[in-house]
């Protein structure tokens, strides 16, 4: 599988972006997709994620009523929507696909498969 974001940039305070994660390649092995974000001399941590079956989705508490994860299946996409920016939303941002291969019907492994990243700097 290879993601491909799109949708950074440089938005003001309470101002709104789109992130977009096109994947393409195996993309049936894919079980849930998610967001994603490292600022400057912290950990990566999770922002959303969305089950491929069911669409169930899980947010940080952090981005809790402001930002919208979803999934377009025909179109091997996934969407972040970002309202009410805040300056402590400004990180790279990251695709990230979990996958699972069955090999066997008693064997199976899990992997993730990362996109590049894209900056959101939230600034005045």
């Known amino acids: 599988v290879q993601l491909v974001e799109s949708g950074g940039g440089l938005v003001q305070p309470g101002g709104s972006l789109r992130l977009s994660c096109a994947a393409s390649?195996?993309?049936?092995?894919?079980?849930?997709m998610g967001w994603y974000r490292q600022a400057p001399g912290k950990e990566r941590e999770l922002v959303a994620d969305?089950?491929?079956?069911?669409?169930?989705?899980n947010y940080a508490d952090s981005v809790l009523g402001r930002f919208t994860i979803s999934r377009d299946n025909a179109k091997n996409t996934m969407y972040l929507q970002m309202n009410s920016l805040k300056p402590e939303d400004t990180a790279v941002y990251y695709c990230?696909?979990?996958?699972?291969?069955?090999?066997?019907?008693?064997?199976?492994?899990?992997?993730?498969?990362w996109g590049q990243g894209t900056q959101v700097t939230v600034s005045s």
């Open positions: 990230n696909a979990h996958q699972r291969v069955v090999v066997t019907s008693t064997f199976s492994y899990e992997y993730d498969t």
């Open positions: 390649g195996s993309t049936a092995s894919i079980n849930a």
């Open positions: 969305i089950a491929v079956s069911g669409g169930s989705t």
